[in-house]
């Protein structure tokens, strides 16, 4: 759905109940639509899945139904414009999302959810329209499986679902550019650390201090 020339959401739901709207790229050229994606009146069940939304110049996504309706809404991908999800639903679950690049407020109405990372998705060239996914992104194998389509270890985030597959192995390089940056050139701690790779990067845990004898 590219650049609609009207005010108001590029896609519009209205009184629908149930709807499965996946795998859609909604932008870029947003500049009158506010919203990528908003639905109001529902009588609910609606899912929003893998969807790329880019250069919202409102919100990304908004839900504003009645608190007794459901809106699903994971594995999508909000990346640049103003916004990213507002929400005045009370049974609204949404996790599993990116949303990046973003030059107001993240969330309204409602909080980062599980599997939300706020990191670059790294689409191939969303400047010239390209919205897959980059072999290194972190968006592949990221999302949590709805239903759709998918290859290697889990769904991808976004509206294409790409061939890679999650690294499972990494470069121990990384891990001496980690220490330097996070913890001090000289490379030493007070106390023991368990470093572990989240895919995202690396991280680290504070051990308790602990002593052995040995003979």
Same mark, same amino acid.
């Given at each position: ?43 609910? !069940?609606?899912? %929003? ?6 250069? #919202?110049? $409102?919100? /990304?996504?908004?839900?504003?139904? =009645?608190? +007794? ?58 400047? !010239?329209?390209? %919205? ?6 972190? #968006?592949? $194998?990221? /999302?949590?499986?709805?239903?759709? =389509?998918? +290859? ?61 004898? %040995?003979?």
């Amino acid at each position: 759905i590219y650049g609609p020339k009207a005010w108001g959401a590029a896609v519009a739901v209205n009184s629908a109940s149930n709807l499965s709207f996946h795998n859609n790229v909604i932008g870029p050229n947003l500049t009158w639509a506010t919203e990528g994606i908003d639905e109001t009146s529902s009588a609910g !069940g609606n899912k %929003y899945y893998n969807n790329t939304i880019v250069g #919202a110049s $409102d919100y /990304g996504f908004v839900t504003r139904v =009645p608190s +007794s309706a459901t809106t699903e809404f994971k594995n999508n991908i909000i990346q640049g414009g103003l916004n990213g999800i507002y929400c005045t639903n009370t049974n609204f679950v949404h996790s599993s999302n990116i949303l990046y690049g973003l030059t107001g407020a993240m969330y309204y109405g409602t909080s980062v959810g599980t599997n939300e990372p706020p990191i670059n998705p790294q689409l191939v060239n969303p400047a !010239g329209g390209d %919205y897959h996914l980059q072999a290194s992104s972190a #968006a592949v $194998d990221r /999302g949590t499986n709805v239903g759709l =389509p998918y +290859s290697g270890l889990a769904p991808d985030m976004g509206a294409y679902e790409s061939s890679y597959s999650n690294r499972v192995g990494f470069d121990m390089s990384t891990m001496q550019d980690w220490v330097t940056n996070n913890l001090g050139s000289n490379n030493s701690v007070a106390r023991p650390f368990a470093f572990y790779y989240t895919g995202y990067g690396w991280s680290y845990n504070i051990l308790p201090s602990w002593s052995f004898t %040995y003979s």
